[in-house]
């Protein structure tokens, strides 16, 4: 069974500043996919960065990237230059490549932006 | 371009009604997704449909039924509604021949029991 561990329930942060969420995870599966998620007040879930194990650079969408380290089993989740519009709820989730898989998630960390 | 489509997006039902809740996409994936959310708890998964004609049990699947109807359409259904089924409901789909491929959401279903 996969786990996955965010361990801050919120964070604050101010305009422009990087902010790292944290993401630890535990699985037998040799290879498998790490994605995160942003939801914002208005509900939807928005696919951000894909991470899969065997990839030997770090992932990285515009303002987002992963700091992927495997030996630790982390998959932290680094936002830039943070804007307004960063606040709301991030998950991690990772689904193993082993026969049928399904996404695991986190249990999210609510991210604040002021200004 | 649709994506997911979640019906209904509020519901409120008394404790013992049963509902339906609907979820269709139009990308031609193979796997569909149940999942419920909590305050505190991330999202869970109920039930998944790997492909047409299959589904299996997820993490929390007691209190629901699922039908792959077809390709397109999966849905949820509470027979007898409790209010530990007060959630938000999403419903997603993903590729199955590309595990590098992210999971697409529907708007989710705001399910109240009283």
């Known amino acids: 069974a996969q786990k996955i561990t965010q361990t801050q329930p919120g964070m604050f942060v101010q305009e422009k500043e990087a902010v790292t969420l944290d993401c630890t995870y535990d699985t037998s599966d040799p290879s498998y996919g790490l994605f995160w998620y942003k939801q914002p007040s208005s509900g939807e879930m928005i696919f951000l960065i894909y991470q899969g194990s065997y990839d030997q650079q770090n992932a990285t969408e515009g303002r987002y990237s992963l700091n992927f380290q495997k030996a630790r089993k982390s998959a932290n989740l680094v936002i830039s230059a943070s804007q307004l519009g960063d606040s709301a709820m991030y998950f991690c989730?990772?689904?193993?490549?082993?026969?049928?898989?399904?996404?695991?998630f986190g249990k999210g960390t609510m991210l604040l932006v002021s200004p | 371009n649709a994506g997911v489509t979640q019906t209904p997006k509020f519901q409120v039902l008394k404790t013992g009604q049963s509902m339906t809740l609907q979820c269709a996409q139009d990308?031609?994936?193979?796997?569909m997704y149940w999942y419920r959310q909590d305050p505190g708890m991330g999202l869970r998964l109920i039930y998944y449909?790997?492909?047409?004609?299959?589904?299996d049990k997820g993490e929390v699947p007691n209190g629901y039924n699922v039908s792959r109807l077809n390709k397109r359409e999966f849905s949820l259904r509470l027979e007898s509604a409790a209010p530990s089924q007060t959630s938000v409901y999403f419903c997603?789909?993903?590729?199955?021949?590309?595990?590098?491929?992210?999971?697409?959401f529907g708007q989710g279903t705001r399910l109240t029991v009283v």
């Open positions: 449909s790997a492909s047409e004609g299959t589904t």
């Open positions: 989730a990772m689904r193993p490549f082993s026969g049928y898989s399904t996404l695991t």
């Open positions: 990308m031609n994936h193979n796997s």
């Open positions: 997603a789909s993903s590729d199955l021949g590309g595990l590098t491929t992210e999971a697409f």
